[in-house]
């Protein structure tokens, strides 16, 4: 299907859902992935520039701008991952379809997000993050310990 076609698709579907109502939505079968595809943007965008339109939605976390091996040139499509899920609702009905420097971005879910296998290329470190992402780890474990030894202080 065409993509221009298939961002209209989504964008009649969400306004048919937000008319209709309905306890189910279209975005729950992606529950379970926090990535989405985004194309159609100006091939002068970096990762920053990606970040910054897509923070406003939620706290990114990885980002896999596809490149031109030979010459290291974006290809105008990305993989975005968000911290929390509930991100990427906000982002495919919000960011779908608008336009950037004249080019009119599709912004879709990824079901099932693979990265790349050119890992061979890339140093230890770069590879922990680009598997990782770079987001700051939760520290529960360290949180509660605090906890309980106040609690243990006053006894």
């Given at each position: 299907?065409?993509?221009?076609?298939?961002?209209?698709?989504?964008?009649?579907?969400?306004?048919?859902?937000?008319?209709?109502?309905?306890?189910?939505?279209?975005?729950?079968?992606?529950?379970?992935?926090?990535?989405?595809?985004?194309?159609?943007?100006?091939?002068?965008?970096?990762?920053?520039?990606?970040?910054?339109?897509?923070?406003?939605?939620?706290?990114?976390?990885?980002?896999?701008?596809?490149?031109?091996?030979?010459?290291?040139?974006?290809k105008g499509f990305c993989f975005?991952?968000?911290?929390?899920?509930?991100?990427?609702?906000?982002?495919?009905?919000?960011?779908?379809?608008?336009?950037?420097?004249?080019?009119?971005?599709r912004v879709d879910h990824v079901?099932?997000?693979?990265?790349?296998?050119?890992?061979?290329?890339?140093?230890?470190?770069?590879?922990?993050?680009?598997?990782?992402?770079?987001?700051?780890?939760?520290?529960?474990?360290?949180?509660?310990?605090?906890?309980?030894?106040?609690?243990?202080?006053?006894?």
């Amino acid at each position: 299907m065409n993509p221009l076609t298939n961002m209209k698709n989504v964008l009649k579907l969400s306004e048919h859902e937000l008319q209709h109502g309905g306890k189910k939505s279209w975005h729950d079968m992606y529950r379970d992935s926090a990535w989405i595809f985004v194309a159609g943007f100006p091939y002068s965008l970096t990762e920053g520039d990606l970040v910054c339109v897509f923070s406003q939605y939620g706290e990114v976390v990885n980002i896999n701008l596809v490149r031109d091996s030979k010459t290291g040139k974006s290809k105008g499509f990305c993989f975005l991952c968000y911290e929390d899920q509930r991100s990427t609702v906000l982002a495919v009905d919000n960011l779908n379809g608008i336009k950037i420097i004249d080019r009119t971005l599709r912004v879709d879910h990824v079901a099932d997000y693979k990265p790349p296998k050119e890992n061979e290329k890339m140093d230890e470190e770069t590879l922990r993050l680009y598997m990782e992402g770079c987001a700051p780890k939760p520290q529960l474990q360290h949180i509660k310990t605090e906890k309980t030894n106040e609690k243990n202080k006053f006894r």
